[in-house]
């Protein structure tokens, strides 16, 4: 129920504190889930106390319980390992602390693992987490390349010294942390979240150098599939776990078996680079040589034409055509002139022997009447009609008898 307070009539803190031990009483036993991060067994003592943590949440409870509970599974829980607990949940007022009170505890055995990683990869898989469409493509050359791994591990080896030796020049940001244990989660979201921020980085490497299903339980975290799913730049995995693959392998937009792997493939390699340039190079120069060489005997093949080796030969052709046809043109018209010629001088010769004068001058004479009439018989003329007759040198008056 609400409690009904005021400045003027508040609560005691012992009033409180009984308050909430009476809430928290009501509970009954829960079974709990999580990571025992920190394990005390004083000799001699009859109570065992240990921390129970959730990873994914960084949320701690104290657990106790008594030492013969703890004795049942001393042999095969240590720090670090994962434990279902039966527990009641307590209020110690004197110091307004909660804990549980465990009466049984289990360790979480390797086939309920896998079992519960199945569930969250068929779960996230139907959320399209893992669909191949929300993978990004590698930048070609990375300037700057972002590494999330422990503090001097072999995986950070590997990836710096395989990546300098393909291309001297890459720069890394680097972000240590746990890989493994309690704390491994929190940490590597805090990094992946930090180097996704600075717009400089262009490709994110989580590594690792492999280890059992419990030590790689971290990289199938769900908070970190979802920190890594939200990123936008490339992220790789090399967990370097080939038979178990952690649940980050899905999630990460490409997949390296080893961290020397994900060196290999998040930059070029020089020498081979520079060998691809040498080649292309090459091949450049055949297909231009290929081509000058095609274009120089096209010229030549061009150039051997009569036509092109001699340009003026056309027109000496057409010049000697035009000639041709001018000489025969003369000689046609100088034909057809002389025969023009000959018949006007056989038409004027004929013309000249059948014309009236022609005829005069061979001594006849026309006869005309007063009215230029010609006469042509005797029975045109009666006796006293005065004509007219011409001769070759001129006319003559005569008179018909």
């Known amino acids: 129920m609400a409690l009904t307070t005021s400045p003027e009539a508040p609560l005691p803190v012992g009033e409180v504190s009984r308050l909430i031990g009476g809430w928290i009483d009501r509970l009954g036993a829960v079974w709990v889930e999580g990571q025992i991060t920190q394990l005390s067994r004083r000799p001699g003592a009859g109570v065992v106390f240990l921390t129970l943590r959730d990873p994914s949440y960084d949320i701690s409870v104290g657990v106790t319980c008594y030492r013969q509970v703890f004795d049942a599974i001393a ?235 001699r340009p003026q030969r056309m027109v000496d052709e057409r010049e000697a055509e035009v000639g041709a046809l001018a000489d025969r043109g003369r000689r046609v018209l100088r034909h057809l002139l002389d025969r023009a010629d000959s018949e006007l001088s056989h038409t004027l010769a004929r013309v000249v022997a059948l014309s009236p004068a022609a005829t005069l001058e061979r001594g006849y004479a026309v006869l005309q009447r007063e009215d230029g009439t010609v006469v042509r018989s005797p029975e045109q003329v009666t006796a006293g009609d005065e004509l007219r007759a011409r001769v070759a040198e001129g006319e003559l008056r005569v008179r018909a008898d």
């Open 75 to 309: 042999d095969v829980v240590s720090e670090g390992a994962r434990v279902v607990v039966h527990a009641k949940p307590e209020w110690y007022a004197p110091r307004g602390q909660l804990s549980l009170r465990a009466v049984e505890i289990r360790p979480v055995g390797m086939g309920e693992l896998l079992v519960r990683l199945e569930q969250l990869r068929k779960s996230l898989t139907a959320e399209g987490l893992f669909a191949a469409e929300r993978k990004r493509p590698l930048p070609f050359l990375p300037q700057l390349i972002g590494l999330v791994c422990g503090r001097a591990s072999a995986a950070e080896r590997d990836v710096l010294e395989n990546a300098r030796r393909r291309w001297p020049a890459v720069r890394f940001e680097v972000r240590n942390t746990a890989v493994q244990g309690v704390n491994a989660v929190a940490q590597v979201v805090s990094a992946v979240k930090e180097l996704d921020a600075l717009d400089e980085v262009d490709v994110i490497v989580v590594a690792r150098g492999g280890g059992s299903v419990e030590d790689l339980l971290p990289f199938s975290d769900e908070q970190l599939i979802r920190t890594v799913a939200a990123c936008r730049t490339p992220v790789v995995s090399a967990i370097g776990h080939e038979p178990d693959s952690p649940l980050l392998d899905l999630v990460a937009d490409v997949r390296a078996s080893t961290p020397t792997d994900a060196a290999k493939r998040v930059v070029p390699d020089v020498g081979e680079e520079l060998d691809r340039v040498d080649a292309l190079r090459e091949r450049a120069l055949r297909t231009v040589r290929a081509l000058l060489e095609r274009e120089e005997r096209g010229l030549a093949h061009a150039l051997a034409r009569p036509v092109m080796e």
